[in-house]
């Protein structure tokens, strides 16, 4: 007979942070998944006997390892790479890859056990994982990329398969870096296997998976508005950040009928009163993802526009917010504001950005809040469906990938009202995408028994 350990929440995050010291976002990812966790599992004793949630919580392993390369001027440089595989229990493990200087142990760790909810919520056989290193992509030549990657992936290849663990990008890693690993891998296994996602379109890559996160955030968003029978027709949107998943949501926003005011870099923000309109975001792809430019820039393009330094755009008046830069660029502060002027909805493109106390703060002004694991999906939902059509040796038609991420979207948003519904017309999305998510996880773990 199992003797089952009830401790509270308290006492949980305290043994988390014990056991995980120096490491605050994973601290922090499993507090708000805990949160809501603890209630859901109040009549569930099997969940406690078997640990499940403390399982889930410690990352099956966590590979660290050095990356050697030599730069442009031959000086031989080292930095750290990880991979962390946290669980996969309903599939191989699948998550971006992250090169940013900020990349710590703790900050992938978080990204994986956030993945690990993400993943299940998309109705796909994936599990958890994450990786990256704290390579600095900024200033260095294509060369420099190319060698670092292909250093990178000279470890990394030992760990991964098509069956065991699909990387993909994230911040740092687009294409092009997807392209240089991909390269590297199969030079060393003699592979073509679907190792990778976010491939070219010519090497096995799928369509639209380039602008499924923005796109599936605003799909989302979409959906939590049309349960107030609204849409975005005429409403202002405040976006964070100026990558793929902005300038996608951004894109989105403006199809559907909004008007974007702001776009954002670790420089600042700029607030455009006339809107971001397709030609605008168009020149921000090209001035950030291909000459590398920074966001400062856009007011000489647009004169219109203020540039704020050193500023999230949190304090300018909308309808929606998307955060969609990285991880604790909304703060306690910054919710209250958004609330106070008036924002109704908050869909988060990028992963964790909202920091716990504007997460309670968002919870308790009632608004429609998705936490990134429910409205960022998209992405990593593409690049299951890239995997399905690698697995296939063809690919699917554009429209029918189109349908397939807005179907997945909605599925996701029935999934948080089912188990965010809080009567009174307000739905918990944050405790509905932690309880969809953990059941599908916990029930096949139940399933494998202690292992
Ligand atoms: N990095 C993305 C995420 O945070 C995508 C991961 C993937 O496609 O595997 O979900």
């Known amino acids: 007979m199992a003797v089952s350990d009830h401790v509270d929440l308290p006492t949980f995050m305290e043994g988390v942070k014990k056991r995980n010291p120096y490491q605050p976002e994973f601290v922090q990812a499993v507090q708000e998944v805990a949160e809501d966790i603890f209630d859901f599992m109040a009549d569930k004793e099997q969940y406690h006997a078997q640990q499940i949630l403390r399982r889930i919580a410690e990352p099956d392993r966590v590979v660290s390892f050095r990356v050697c390369w030599e730069d442009d001027n031959g000086n031989i440089r080292v930095q750290r790479g990880w991979r962390v595989q946290n669980n996969n229990a309903i599939g191989p493990y699948k998550g971006g890859i992250r090169f940013h200087p900020s990349v ?13 909810f993400k993943n ?9 994982g994450k990786g990256g290193s704290n390579f600095n992509p900024k200033g260095k030549s294509t060369r420099e990329i190319m060698r670092f990657c292909q250093s990178f992936m000279t470890e990394l290849y030992r760990h991964i398969g098509a069956d065991v663990d699909v990387p993909a990008g994230d911040i740092g890693v687009g294409g092009r870096e997807i392209g240089y690993m991909f390269g590297q891998y199969k030079r060393i296994t003699n592979q073509f296997t679907g190792v990778l996602t976010g491939k070219g379109l010519e090497w096995g890559g799928s369509l639209i998976r380039t602008e499924a996160t923005g796109y599936g955030a605003v799909y989302f968003l979409a959906n939590m508005l049309a349960t107030k029978s609204q849409d975005l027709v005429g409403k202002t949107a405040v976006i964070s950040g100026s990558g ?45 993802t291909h000459r590398r430019g920074r966001i400062e820039e856009y007011v000489e393009a647009f004169p219109n526009a203020t540039f704020h330094a050193g500023k999230t755009p949190w304090g300018v008046p909308c309808d929606v917010a998307l955060p969609c830069a990285t991880q604790n660029e909304l703060l306690g502060e910054d919710a209250k504001t958004l609330v106070a002027n008036g924002c109704i909805a908050v869909s988060e493109g990028a992963n964790m950005p909202t920091d716990l106390d504007g997460v309670h703060a968002f919870k308790a002004a009632k608004i429609l809040y998705a936490p990134g694991k429910a409205s960022n999906a998209g992405g990593v939902a593409v690049s299951g469906l890239e995997m399905s059509q690698n697995s296939e040796r063809r690919a699917w038609k554009e429209e029918e990938l189109q349908q397939m991420l807005k179907d997945i979207m909605s599925g996701i948003h029935d999934s948080c009202i089912r188990y965010g519904d809080q009567g009174g017309g307000y739905i918990d999305y944050v405790k509905g995408a932690n309880i969809a998510g953990f059941k599908k996880v916990a029930d096949a773990m139940l399933a494998f028994g202690v292992v």
Not at 104 to 116: D, G, M, N, R, Y
């Open 244 to 288: 793929n998943v902005a300038t996608h949501a951004a894109e989105k926003i403006v199809q559907l009928g909004g008007k974007v005011l702001t776009l954002s870099d670790s420089g600042g923000f700029i607030h455009d009163p006339d809107g971001i309109t397709q030609d605008k975001i168009n020149w921000v792809k090209e001035h950030k």
């Open 104 to 116: 710590t142990e703790s900050v992938l760790k978080f990204l994986a056990f956030e993945q690990t």
């Open 120 to 128: 299940a919520l998309t109705g796909l056989p994936m599990g958890g």
